[in-house]
């Protein structure tokens, strides 16, 4: 930059971005600082579009005439969205959105080639034609109504100049541009016309220490990088880094979590991030904050249905009125909720009376506020509306807003102003696409928290051209990024973009392009390091071709910070103390005990479960899901076949029925069993068409059965197994013409083997239960394993039932007993003992089978089994 101790006055300097027009005005302040100069005039520096806008305002204030009004970004794409909404072509158009993007980029390049709209040549593709028509179409609304877009008021400041009605400064520095557009080379060749005198300055050749290193992948490139500069700011606090990262937009989130957890590593930046001495130059959509995200949440609850995830987040977040007072009451609600379906009606769900009152209260008026707006209003009318909608939901919060929170709310007030703006576009708009365009707005507006100057400035790649460092650091110089894929937009021709040498549009464009801007950052410091990675996946990656001839550098002959990360300063410093404490306290006398038959099945399973969730009430926090969970699918078929035989009542009946008769209960039958889940949806109906051919199948085997009679269906029986209370529900009970009972219990899963119940620990122990709470006429006990894979009933029974799925005792290998009375005593012993461990507290880590018991099982954060096994158990987890 020594240019800056060569300005004159009346002179300016004009930049492609803001960042180096703040950079050149802190420089020349330092200059005049290192002059001992006390009192100075201020560098006048600016990026090129503004200074487009400031002459037309300086023109607009020298004068009384009426002038266009110029439209903003948002105005203008919103202006071509419309467009292409009302044309034919629009019904075809998956994402008129993002066509509308790609339509203003093909505007505004031909604009800045100066290459005129009705050429012919624009014709000469179909969807160049349909671009060719809507710009016809914005070209015409523009004049019709006096606007002017960002493209045509340089067109527009241009002619002024030729006019001379713009005052000139008298030297024209342009610093820091790759390359000038022949719109800006011709709004220059007329300044100079007029006598300005233009300066472009050239890069100043810095000494260079060049050198290229090759990283195992982005993660470790990233790393490295960020190890480099902490240990260049330990050694000079004072010292000047430039961590310059392609597509830092795409990256910014995952570069600021590497850093964060590097310098983190120093006690003294652990306690405020905005402490770190780094800042990231990419912002983030203004709808990726949560107080802003909040915001839209409670704009789009003008709509009747809402999904789960929105209600648990508007529960949770502390932006809405009243969540510090009533945070508890919401969580505990938002866990209950947890049962609904994944969209359901938010007015409906508001009546719960275990809704949180002071929740309630700001969103009944809220959804009152919503049905009572009008169907269509101006854009400003919208606005004042959205800013009503927030107050009602009290946000932004009840507590203090931090830093970063105070500046979100102000730009987001401030965007509320601007969106009012497109009232002079837009007609009578309904809700809910007013807030369409302000999402939008919003998201396209990137956001950057204000924080000081830090010594490490990471940056993308454009931004760092012509900027200062003592060091720098480029990554991401593979030949896949850089140089980048050609991108022509698909709305020019390609032969006129190749002709014309646009942007993006061939290889050899974007090699000249990129070799002129590495050019340029080979020069932003004394030490210069280009890394990339060797690959990427599973894909491997070469050097760009623009850094081959760059000497290597190995990683050892960097100097670099030490790091470890926190999970392994945690894991190296364990010190593991091992209580072996497998009891907990026995079962009081007073004690009310919950569980009923799961408590044998869960002490089977896992001592330490059955004591986790039947005494400690420890459970997962369910997930919402689409369609039926598999219980409430189970729940479905026990009721609808408990509907069936209710009418059916024996096997005799059932076989006389005839095939329609028999469609047409099984029909009614599913459809009386999904009635509590409301309307019949198009899933529901499918859901019911699978039920109705499993029932019928089951039917149908149930048919080849020996005569039996339904005697019992959904029974519950109350009994008491070693001072254990337990109720008993038994899906059905068949009698045989002896007297003798057949105890079922349905099976909608393919897992069922009678072998677990003849083990110290059953895995389905309600039959074995109710065999010894009921003895006497007890024949047999079976699963009805209903699924679309098997269709059969499969158990153990003291006769011949004439079912080759039902065994008789003594053809069971897995007991030693002799006789059904023997087997009943084992059950009653086995069952009893289990009864006993749970009453004495026995809660060891032990899973009958690891692999299965422990796959579904959610307490793993508790049991801590994935850490610690005890050596007496002869199992792996997988």
């Given at each position: ?20 027009s ?9 200059l ?7 009192c ?25 005439e ?34 509308a ?7 505004v ?14 014709n ?9 028509e ?17 493209s ?8 002024l ?22 719109q ?32 195992l992948?982005?993660?470790t490139?990233?790393?490295?990088m ?15 880094i ?44 203004l709808?990726?904050?949560p107080i ?34 009533e945070?508890?009451?919401?969580y505990?609600?938002?866990i209950?909720?947890k049962?609904q ?23 009944n ?33 009840e ?15 401030d ?51 012509e900027?200062?460092?003592d060091?720098?650091?480029?990554t ?14 698909p ?17 050899d464009?974007e ?5 002129e801007l ?35 550098i190995?990683?050892e002959k ?24 497998e009891?907990?306290?026995?079962i009081?006398s ?22 986790s ?6 459970k997962a ?15 479905l078929?026990h ?12 096997h ?30 198009r ?31 959904e ?13 008993l ?17 349905y ?18 122990p309600?039959l074995?239960?109710?065999s010894i709470?009921?003895?006497?006429k ?10 679309a ?5 499969m158990?153990?029974s003291?006769?011949n ?38 009453c004495?507290?026995?809660a ?6 690891p ?14 089994i ?13």
């Amino acid at each position: 930059m020594d240019f800056l101790t060569q300005i004159t006055p009346h002179s300016i300097v004009l930049t492609p971005n803001r960042r180096l027009s703040a950079h050149a005005i802190k420089k020349y302040n330092r200059l005049q600082h290192e002059k001992n100069i006390s009192c100075w005039s201020s560098l006048d520096a600016l990026p090129f579009s503004s200074w487009i806008q400031r002459c037309f305002q300086n023109y607009a204030n020298e004068n009384i005439e009426t002038l266009p009004f110029i439209l903003t970004p948002t105005q203008e794409i919103i202006l071509w969205e419309e467009i292409i909404r009302q044309s034919a072509q629009a019904e075809h158009l998956l994402q008129v959105s993002g066509t509308a993007e790609l339509i203003q980029s093909a505007w505004v390049i031909l604009k800045q080639w100066r290459f005129p709209i009705t050429h012919p040549e624009l014709n000469s593709t179909e969807d160049a034609a349909h671009f060719q028509e809507w710009a016809k179409q914005f070209q015409t609304r523009c004049q019709k109504y006096h606007w002017l877009d960002s493209s045509a008021l340089i067109e527009y400041v241009t002619d002024l100049i030729q006019k001379k009605k713009i005052k000139l400064p008298k030297n024209i520095y342009l610093f820091g541009f790759t390359e000038l557009t022949p719109q800006q080379e011709f709004l220059f060749a007329e300044c100079k016309t007029q006598g300005c005198t233009l300066i472009q300055p050239t890069s100043h050749k810095i000494s260079t220490h060049t050198k290229k290193i090759n990283l195992l992948d982005e993660e470790t490139e990233l790393l490295t990088m960020a190890k480099w500069a902490k240990s260049l700011h330990e050694n000079n606090s004072n010292v000047s880094i430039g961590c310059i990262v392609p597509n830092l937009e795409k990256k910014r989130d995952h570069i600021v979590r590497v850093f964060s957890r590097v310098f983190s590593d120093e006690k003294k930046f652990t306690l405020n991030p905005l402490s770190f001495p780094f800042n990231i130059s990419a912002g983030k959509p203004l709808t990726s904050y949560p107080i802003i995200h909040c915001a839209f949440q409670l704009l789009s609850l003008a709509d009747e249905f809402i999904s789960h995830e929105t209600i648990s987040e508007l529960l949770h977040t502390p932006f809405i009125g009243d969540a510090e007072k009533e945070k508890i009451q919401r969580y505990k609600w938002d866990i209950a909720l947890k049962q609904q379906p994944l969209t359901i009606i938010f007015k409906t769900i508001l009546n719960d009376d275990e809704a949180p009152a002071k929740f309630k209260k700001h969103f009944n008026e809220l959804i009152h506020f919503f049905e009572t707006l009008p169907h269509q209003l101006k854009i400003s009318e919208w606005t004042a509306i959205f800013n009503k909608a927030l107050t009602l939901a009290g946000w932004p919060g009840e507590r203090s807003l931090n830093s970063q929170e105070y500046q979100l709310v102000h730009r987001f007030l401030d965007l509320l102003n601007e969106f009012s703006q497109l009232e002079k576009i837009l007609p009578n708009v309904s809700y809910k696409t007013a807030l369409h365009y302000f999402n939008r707005m919003a998201s396209k507006t990137i956001f950057q928290i204000q924080s000081p100057d830090a010594p490490i400035q990471i940056l993308g790649l454009l931004e760092a051209t012509e900027l200062n460092f003592d060091a720098v650091w480029i990554t991401g110089m593979d030949d896949q990024t850089w140089p980048p894929t050609p991108k022509p937009n698909p709305f020019i021709p390609l032969h006129l973009q190749k002709k014309l040498n646009m942007p993006h549009a061939s290889s050899d464009r974007e090699l000249h392009y990129c070799r002129e801007l590495l050019n340029q950052l080979k020069n932003t410091a004394k030490q210069v390091f280009f890394s990339y990675a060797q690959q990427t996946a599973d894909t491997p990656l070469r050097p760009s071709a623009l850094i081959h001839d760059i000497p290597d550098i190995t990683l050892e002959k960097l100097s670099l910070a030490e790091f470890t990360s926190p999970e392994k300063n945690i894991y190296d410093t364990k010190q593991i103390e091992l209580l072996k404490d497998e009891n907990g306290p026995p079962i009081q006398s007073n004690e009310k005990i919950r569980g009923g038959t799961s408590i044998f099945k869960l002490q089977a399973a896992c001592p330490f479960k059955s004591f986790s969730e039947l005494r400690l009430h420890a459970k997962a926090i369910e997930s919402p899901q689409l369609g039926l969970k598999a219980t409430e699918r189970g729940t479905l078929l026990h009721e609808t076949l408990q509907l069936i035989w209710a009418k059916l009542k024996n096997h005799k009946t059932l076989c006389s029925y005839s095939e329609s008769e028999l469609i047409s209960l099984v029909q009614e039958s599913v459809s009386a069993a999904l009635a509590p889940f409301g309307k019949m949806s198009r899933y529901l109906l499918l859901e019911s068409q699978r039920l109705e051919k499993l029932v019928l199948r089951w039917l149908e085997y149930e048919k080849s059965r020996p005569p039996f009679e339904v005697i019992a269906r959904e029974k519950e029986t109350k009994a008491t197994v070693a001072n254990i209370p337990i109720t008993l529900r038994i899906d059905r009970i068949d009698a045989f013409p002896d007297g003798s009972q057949l105890i079922i219990d349905y099976k909608s899963g393919k897992q069922n083997n009678i072998k677990y119940w003849f083990t110290e620990r059953p895995e389905e122990p309600q039959l074995p239960l109710y065999s010894i709470v009921h003895p006497e006429k007890t024949a047999g006990i079976v699963f009805a394993q209903i699924s679309a894979e098997k269709m059969q009933l499969m158990g153990v029974s003291q006769n011949n039932l004439a079912l080759s799925s039902v065994k008789l005792l003594s053809d069971v290998k897995y007991t030693t007993a002799t006789s059904w009375s023997e087997q009943l005593t084992a059950w009653k012993k086995t069952l009893e003992n289990l009864a006993h461990a749970f009453c004495k507290g026995k809660a060891s880590v032990h899973p009958k089978q690891p692999n299965e018991t422990c796959r579904h099982c959610h307490l793993h954060s508790l049991c801590r089994i994935y850490e610690v096994v005890d050596e007496n158990y002869e199992y792996e987890i997988e």
